[in-house]
């Protein structure tokens, strides 16, 4: 008997296809609507991934995040 044959690996760890679409998607709109600029200075930096993880707040809500963080 072959243990484990056949079987899907379960705790896989990483990023799904879900994932990095959500994080594709994030980074395109992040970067259309100014967040992506100037990473030399730390509120931006917070900016641009805060941008990138909320994007749908930015998006279709409009949420400037310029004025939330800084």
């Known amino acids: 008997m072959m243990r484990g044959f056949g079987r899907r690996q379960t705790g896989r760890r990483g990023v799904g296809l ?7 998607i ?5 970067a259309t609507h100014g967040y992506l600029v100037a990473w030399n200075i730390p509120g931006n930096i917070l900016e641009g991934l805060a941008a990138i993880v909320l994007w749908p707040l930015v998006a279709i809500f ?4 310029h004025t939330l963080i800084a």
């Open 26 to 30: 994030g980074v395109v709109v992040a």
């Open 18 to 24: 879900v994932g990095f679409v959500y994080l594709a």
């Open 62 to 65: 409009g949420v400037d995040l």
